[in-house]
């Protein structure tokens, strides 16, 4: 590792040359389990260590100004404009969080009513979510289409997925990352 740390680019660990490291291209990988944290939480009390030392690198070693980010476990895409600056890990784990925690819309139960095992998951999570927590109002947010699965794991890329993802005629963005989700 050279001054400049672990994601402080660049870094041996980030050599696109070498085929064998070319997947490592985010600080938010998810083979680095010390990046991980539920998501039904502010980022803020992800481990502090990892929180204060990992919040401000860039989220891409490249550097990106926008990045979306989308998932196989929800139906919509997170847009994330940081202009004039790069997107950090910070920027991704709030915007994570923020839009977890949005009440679930019309459209979305709509998708979810011809989907039985899926509305069974979203149902038991904010069960779950409201026993806990009486306080809580609004009946379903969008982190119960996650179920159990609430760690978040990383981003990858996914070329394919990205493609039949994007909604056809809508302009895609070349930072495009798909998040993934583990149970704890």
């Known amino acids: 590792m050279n001054k400049y740390g672990r994601h402080g680019f660049p870094s041996d660990a980030y050599n696109f040359n070498d085929a064998s490291?070319?997947?490592?291209?985010?600080?938010?990988?998810?083979?680095?389990?010390?990046?991980?944290?539920?998501?039904?939480?502010?980022?803020?009390?992800?481990?502090?260590?990892?929180?204060?030392?990992?919040?401000?690198?860039?989220?891409?070693?490249?550097?990106?100004?926008?990045?979306?980010?989308?998932?196989?476990?929800?139906?919509?895409?997170?847009?994330?404009?940081?202009?004039?600056?790069?997107?950090?890990?910070?920027?991704?784990?709030?915007?994570?969080?923020?839009?977890?925690?949005e009440?679930?819309?019309?459209?979305?139960?709509?998708?979810?009513?011809?989907?039985?095992?899926?509305?069974?998951v979203v149902e038991k999570a904010a069960k779950k979510r409201m026993d806990a927590n009486r306080a809580d109002e609004v009946k379903l947010r969008r982190i119960d289409y996650l179920g159990e699965a609430t760690m978040f794991k990383g981003l990858d890329k996914d070329d394919e997925f990205e493609k039949s993802r994007l909604l056809p005629g809508a302009k895609g963005c070349p930072d495009t990352w798909v998040v993934s989700f583990v149970a704890p």
């Open 21 to 101: 490291k070319r997947r490592q291209r985010t600080a938010l990988d998810p083979s680095d389990k010390d990046i991980w944290f539920d998501v039904r939480k502010p980022p803020q009390e992800i481990h502090a260590t990892t929180y204060h030392s990992e919040r401000i690198f860039r989220a891409v070693e490249q550097g990106a100004k926008q990045f979306r980010i989308i998932s196989k476990a929800f139906p919509w895409s997170i847009d994330i404009d940081s202009s004039p600056n790069f997107v950090t890990c910070d920027h991704i784990w709030e915007a994570l969080y923020q839009t977890l925690q």
């Open 103 to 120: 009440p679930i819309v019309d459209s979305e139960w709509g998708l979810l009513i011809n989907i039985k095992k899926q509305r069974e």
